[in-house]
């Protein structure tokens, strides 16, 4: 018989999750030992079951981990992960229950990475989009395809049958979004899809959601084994959790189990992706409620004030010292003088740069490029929070592929001369294997340098869409203008080369990863003496095509062929779809590096500092989803009144509510300062009337002196 259940409420930093840890760590201590001379403590504990522990995501599961194993240790078994995290490894676990109820080919499932699912899903539907049965006006290709996957994870997280889909569109969706055809084409594609991933065996978040809340959780052998494993469930922060996370909370409540919750009435980021705050609020009514009374930072003193500011264009008033403004004409003009503001407020030894944060509506690619240039100039770092660039972009993964191109047949039409010699330059650099200690001491990290690059290209690569080659360095008239290193370095990459299609030939490589692992091993690992960034992308690198080459595996069998896959590998990274970051990886923050992030990175990984800088703050995006919202994603909200399309009020009334818990929850991170960064246009030349404008017209002008 448990405790009874525990709602703990409060705002941004108030101390919900310091509580939840404080009862956890009182129910563990409170478990009776085992008598002296009968049963070892470490036998006790392995049958003792577990906690279940939940985290909103990936990185705050890291952190509660970190505090969980500073007070409780292995004391007491826990197991800490994230709601889609555990109804993915539910599915998996309890594969034989899926196969059972849908009469699927028994084989272990293989989860599918986002950008594969959206390849696969892109050839299943190709007849599809050709003949405009699934297509939107104004969407092209691949974001109709993007959304449409995106309509099944909302409708599994949501409790909703794929089946279903296309009356819950027709339903809400205003009529302007598309019409009863397309929705019943989504849907349909949806099912076909779905279908075809279970036939052979594949998982997705949204596939594997449908499945526990559908097929696993109410199955009683399952319920019998839930109730086996864990002891209880101790939620933190529910205002981020999908609406099937009811369902396995009140699973445990009925059954009188511990459960402790945590939420944030101005939480709810994920609102708009798959959570849904309000439905999983409802729970309190079966728990005894504890309210914080405290909210972190400034949010006691600024958070109502601002909130009126912002919404009611009738009130006016003064903010506070802790509120002030940098204001210019041009964006341009707005970068450069927050950069300066920052470096002022460092030297005067007003803030450290590890306490300032700044934020924005979308921290695009010029504000952090200005604003690291700037004050990386004054010898202040900078950390730009959960960037997710394109693998791509990444020169050393370029010159990879390119590799990979000249290793394959089949694969010359993907590579140019520009390529060759980028991958000349790159696959060269610290190379002292070839060269000996001549490489200690010459003073340029390369050993091809781009000008010496260029001239072997032109003259050593031959171009062919089956066959492209790389010439002895002799085939170049004046090869000896090249220098000893040069030479060296090249003749040591077309040797590897020719050694690696020798071996292809006689099947001692079994695939193209193979091929990439020895690249990288031969050319850039260096005795593992690489900057964080170029680790992140290599490791992203074997992971994906990993990944790609087991489903290709599954899929295809023993008629796949390599270059085929190889090309289609290629083209997936090219388009962009594929970012650095691989898992688990810890971020490398420098120290004492000030923060650039956009608001949802920010308020998802639970950050805090002295200073904050909200940049573009009378942008209209500030009260807006963006991408932070999935299409559709309002009419799977358990809120909604079924059978009431979606309007323009309320859209209107969500953007308040998102710009209120916006500004409360910012504000409870910032401890002690805010700076509103306004330019009078933006970056096109259009005009900021955004709804922070009211709060830039209350601040007073920016000093760098703390107050």
Same mark, same amino acid.
């Given at each position: 018989?448990?405790?009874?259940?525990?709602?703990?409420?409060?705002?941004?930093?108030?101390?919900?999750?310091?509580?939840?840890?404080?009862?956890?760590?009182?129910?563990?201590?409170?478990?009776?030992?085992?008598?002296?001379? @009968?049963?070892?403590?470490? %036998?006790?504990?392995? !049958?003792?079951?577990?906690? $279940? =522990? &939940?985290? #909103?995501?990936?990185?705050?599961?890291?952190?509660?981990?970190?505090?969980?194993?500073?007070?409780?240790?292995?004391?007491?078994?826990?197991?800490?992960?994230?709601?889609?995290?555990?109804?993915?490894?539910?599915?998996?676990?309890?594969?034989?229950?899926?196969?059972?109820?849908?009469?699927?080919?028994?084989?272990?499932?293989?989860?599918?990475?986002?950008?594969?699912?959206?390849?696969?899903?892109?050839?299943?539907?190709?007849?599809?989009?050709?003949?405009?049965?699934?297509?939107?006006?104004?969407?092209?290709?691949?974001?109709?395809?993007?959304?449409?996957?995106?309509?099944? @994870?909302?409708?599994?997280? %949501?409790?909703?049958? !794929?089946?279903?889909?296309? $009356? =819950? &569109?027709? #339903?809400?969706?205003?009529?302007?979004?598309?019409?009863?055809?397309?929705?019943?084409?989504?849907?349909?594609?949806?099912?076909?899809?779905?279908?075809?991933?279970?036939?052979?065996?594949?998982?997705?978040?949204?596939?594997?959601?449908?499945?526990?809340?559908?097929?696993?959780?109410?199955?009683?052998?399952?319920?019998?084994?839930?109730?086996?494993?864990?002891?209880?469930?101790?939620?933190?922060?529910?205002?981020?959790?999908?609406?099937?996370?009811?369902?396995?909370?009140?699973?445990?409540?009925?059954?009188?189990?511990?459960?402790?919750?945590?939420?944030?009435?101005?939480?709810?980021?994920?609102?708009?992706?798959?959570?849904?705050?309000?439905?999983?609020?409802?729970?309190?009514?079966?728990?005894?409620?504890?309210?914080?009374?405290?909210?972190?930072?400034?949010?006691?003193?600024?958070?109502?004030?601002?909130?009126?500011?912002?919404?009611?264009?009738?009130?006016?008033?003064?903010?506070?010292?802790?509120?002030?403004?940098?204001?210019?004409?041009?964006?341009?003009?707005?970068?450069?003088?927050?950069?300066?503001?920052?470096?002022?407020?460092?030297?005067?030894?007003?803030?450290?740069?590890?306490?300032?944060?700044?934020?924005?509506?979308?921290?695009?690619?010029?504000?952090?490029?200005?604003?690291?240039?700037?004050?990386?100039?004054?010898?202040?770092?900078?950390?730009?929070?959960?960037?997710?660039?394109?693998?791509?972009?990444?020169?050393?993964?370029?010159?990879?592929?390119?590799?990979?191109?000249?290793?394959?047949?089949?694969?010359?039409?993907?590579?140019?001369?520009?390529?060759?010699?980028?991958?000349?330059?790159?696959?060269?650099?610290?190379?002292?294997?070839?060269?000996?200690?001549?490489?200690?001491?010459?003073?340029?990290?390369?050993?091809?340098?781009?000008?010496?690059?260029?001239?072997?290209?032109?003259?050593?690569?031959?171009?062919?869409?089956?066959?492209?080659?790389?010439?002895?360095?002799?085939?170049?008239?004046?090869?000896?203008?090249?220098?000893?290193?040069?030479?060296?370095?090249?003749?040591?990459?077309?040797?590897?080369?020719?050694?690696?299609?020798?071996?292809?030939?006689?099947?001692?490589?079994?695939?193209?990863?193979?091929?990439?692992?020895?690249?990288?091993?031969?050319?850039?690992?260096?005795?593992?003496?690489?900057?964080?960034?170029?680790?992140?992308?290599?490791?992203?690198?074997?992971?994906?095509?990993?990944?790609?080459?087991?489903?290709?595996?599954?899929?295809?069998?023993?008629?796949?062929?390599?270059?085929?896959?190889?090309?289609?590998?290629?083209?997936?990274?090219?388009?962009?779809?594929?970012?650095?970051?691989?898992?688990?990886?810890?971020?490398?923050?420098?120290?004492?590096?000030?923060?650039?992030?956009?608001?949802?990175?920010?308020?998802?990984?639970?950050?805090?500092?002295?200073?904050?800088?909200?940049?573009?703050?009378?942008?209209?995006?500030?009260?807006?989803?963006?991408?932070?919202?999935?299409?559709?994603?309002?009419?799977?909200?358990?809120?909604?009144?079924?059978?009431?399309?979606?309007?323009?009020?309320?859209?209107?009334?969500?953007?308040?509510?998102?710009?209120?818990?916006?500004?409360?929850?910012?504000?409870?991170?910032?401890?002690?300062?805010?700076?509103?960064?306004?330019?009078?246009?933006?970056?096109?030349?259009?005009?900021?009337?955004?709804?922070?404008?009211?709060?830039?017209?209350?601040?007073?002008?920016?000093?760098?002196?703390?107050?």
């Amino acid at each position: 018989m448990g405790s009874q259940p525990v709602w703990i409420v409060g705002a941004t930093r108030s101390g919900k999750t310091t509580r939840l840890v404080e009862l956890l760590q009182a129910r563990t201590a409170s478990s009776q030992p085992p008598e002296s001379g @009968q049963v070892s403590p470490s %036998a006790s504990l392995r !049958s003792t079951p577990p906690i $279940l =522990v &939940l985290a #909103a995501n990936g990185d705050n599961r890291l952190v509660l981990t970190d505090r969980l194993d500073g007070t409780i240790g292995d004391t007491y078994p826990l197991h800490c992960t994230t709601p889609l995290g555990f109804f993915l490894d539910e599915a998996v676990l309890f594969w034989p229950i899926i196969l059972e109820k849908l009469h699927l080919k028994a084989q272990f499932p293989l989860r599918l990475r986002p950008e594969t699912e959206q390849e696969l899903a892109t050839r299943l539907w190709r007849s599809r989009l050709d003949d405009g049965t699934l297509s939107q006006e104004g969407v092209n290709e691949y974001r109709l395809v993007r959304r449409t996957l995106d309509l099944l @994870q909302l409708a599994g997280t %949501a409790g909703i049958s !794929s089946e279903d889909i296309p $009356l =819950v &569109l027709e #339903a809400s969706m205003p009529e302007e979004q598309g019409s009863p055809a397309l929705w019943q084409a989504m849907g349909e594609a949806i099912v076909e899809w779905r279908d075809w991933c279970g036939d052979r065996g594949l998982l997705t978040y949204g596939i594997a959601c449908e499945y526990y809340w559908k097929y696993i959780l109410p199955d009683p052998l399952y319920q019998e084994r839930l109730l086996q494993r864990y002891a209880g469930i101790w939620a933190d922060d529910t205002d981020e959790y999908p609406a099937i996370t009811r369902d396995l909370f009140e699973f445990f409540l009925d059954r009188d189990r511990d459960c402790v919750f945590t939420f944030n009435p101005n939480g709810g980021v994920r609102l708009g992706l798959n959570a849904d705050p309000d439905y999983i609020a409802e729970l309190a009514a079966r728990c005894r409620v504890e309210v914080l009374p405290t909210a972190g930072g400034l949010q006691d003193e600024l958070g109502e004030l601002a909130v009126q500011l912002a919404l009611d264009p009738m009130f006016f008033a003064q903010l506070p010292p802790s509120v002030d403004s940098i204001q210019t004409t041009a964006r341009s003009q707005l970068l450069r003088q927050t950069a300066e503001a920052i470096v002022s407020a460092v030297q005067s030894g007003s803030v450290e740069p590890g306490e300032i944060a700044v934020i924005a509506p979308g921290m695009d690619a010029i504000a952090r490029y200005t604003l690291s240039e700037i004050l990386d100039r004054h010898g202040i770092a900078t950390y730009s929070l959960n960037l997710q660039e394109p693998l791509i972009g990444s020169p050393p993964i370029r010159a990879l592929l390119t590799l990979l191109a000249l290793v394959y047949p089949g694969l010359g039409q993907l590579i140019d001369r520009d390529a060759v010699a980028e991958m000349l330059v790159l696959l060269s650099a610290g190379d002292t294997q070839e060269t000996g200690s001549l490489a200690l001491t010459f003073p340029i990290p390369y050993a091809i340098d781009p000008v010496r690059a260029g001239l072997i290209a032109d003259r050593c690569y031959v171009p062919h869409p089956d066959n492209p080659q790389l010439l002895p360095v002799t085939e170049f008239a004046r090869w000896d203008r090249l220098g000893y290193r040069a030479t060296a370095a090249y003749e040591g990459i077309v040797r590897w080369l020719t050694d690696i299609q020798v071996q292809l030939a006689s099947s001692s490589i079994s695939s193209p990863v193979s091929v990439l692992e020895r690249a990288i091993d031969r050319f850039l690992w260096r005795g593992g003496n690489l900057a964080f960034d170029r680790l992140a992308d290599l490791r992203e690198l074997l992971e994906t095509a990993q990944h790609y080459w087991e489903v290709a595996d599954r899929i295809e069998g023993s008629q796949k062929d390599d270059t085929t896959t190889l090309r289609q590998f290629i083209e997936l990274l090219r388009r962009g779809t594929v970012t650095a970051n691989p898992s688990p990886l810890r971020p490398l923050v420098p120290p004492n590096a000030v923060t650039l992030a956009n608001i949802f990175q920010y308020r998802t990984a639970r950050q805090s500092h002295r200073w904050h800088f909200w940049l573009d703050v009378s942008s209209p995006l500030w009260s807006r989803g963006g991408a932070a919202v999935l299409f559709g994603a309002p009419s799977f909200l358990h809120r909604r009144t079924p059978q009431r399309r979606w309007t323009l009020e309320d859209e209107i009334l969500d953007d308040e509510r998102r710009l209120r818990c916006i500004l409360l929850d910012l504000l409870g991170r910032s401890q002690e300062r805010v700076i509103l960064c306004h330019s009078d246009v933006d970056g096109s030349g259009g005009d900021r009337l955004g709804s922070l404008l009211a709060l830039v017209n209350a601040s007073v002008g920016f000093s760098p002196v703390g107050v």
